[in-house]
Every structure is written in structure tokens, then in C-alpha cells.
């Protein structure tokens, strides 16, 4: 499955965005889909993942409280919301889909998007 991450811009601290992992190639209903984010100069991080059915999400403990993760298996998307962002949160935003477990480890997943660059500015 190809994935299509979209969403990212420029706002302001305190702000929100939704982000949008949307895939081609296959159906992502089948597959856990998750979230991964990598700000200049440091590694990548798990931000939150969400299983196949959206019956369950998972979160940073950092992240939680903020970002909301839902799914839309009809449109073949899968939705970061994003609240009350901060200058930390700046970063390019990957999502990404596993078909056997859900995960927080980035090398657990084999399809990706290219990412979307969310700038949060103070």
C-alpha cells in the first residue's frame, strides 16, 4: 500500500491542524496505521497508532491529551488531530501501515508516506 501524508503548514502555538494519511494501492482498513514525527537534528519519535478497525488508539505519553487519532476506512484515511500545539511540536510528520501488530517502533513498519512539514511558530 502507498500512503499519502497531508495536512502540514505553518500556525501559530496554540493552534490546530489535522493531518491526513491517505493511502493508494491496497486498502488501509487492513492495515494499523500509525503516526511518526522527526524534528530537525533529532530521531525520529513515535507519536500515536491506531489498530485497523479504530477500536483502539495508542499515544506518547509526552502526546496524549493533545493529539487525536481516528480513521475513516471508507475514504482510505487515517486523521491526526492536533490541539493546543506548541513550538515542539514542529517537525515532519510521517504516517505509516503494518499489516500483523500494532506498534510504537518505527522499524515494525514497512509502508510509509513522504511526509508533511507541520511549523508551529511561538
Known amino acids: 500500500v502507498q500512503l499519502q501524508a497531508s495536512g502540514g503548514g505553518l500556525v501559530q502555538a496554540g493552534g490546530s491542524l489535522r493531518l491526513s494519511c491517505t493511502a493508494s494501492?491496497?486498502?488501509?482498513?487492513?492495515?494499523?496505521t500509525a503516526w511518526f514525527r522527526q524534528a530537525p537534528g533529532k530521531e525520529r519519535e513515535f507519536v500515536g497508532a491506531?489498530?485497523?478497525?479504530?477500536?483502539?488508539?495508542y499515544y506518547a505519553d509526552s502526546l496524549a491529551g493533545r493529539f487525536k487519532l481516528s480513521r475513516d476506512n471508507a475514504l482510505n484515511t487515517v486523521f491526526l488531530q492536533m490541539s493546543n500545539l506548541i513550538p515542539e511540536d514542529t517537525a515532519v510528520y510521517y504516517c505509516?501501515?503494518?499489516?500483523?501488530?500494532?506498534?510504537?517502533?518505527?522499524?515494525?513498519?514497512?509502508?510509509w508516506g513522504q511526509g508533511t512539514l507541520v511549523t508551529v511558530s511561538s
Open positions: 505509516a501501515a503494518v499489516l500483523e501488530q500494532i506498534s510504537s517502533r518505527a522499524t515494525d513498519f514497512r509502508s
Open positions: 494501492g491496497g486498502t488501509l482498513r487492513s492495515y494499523h
Open positions: 491506531i489498530t485497523r478497525t479504530g477500536g483502539s488508539d
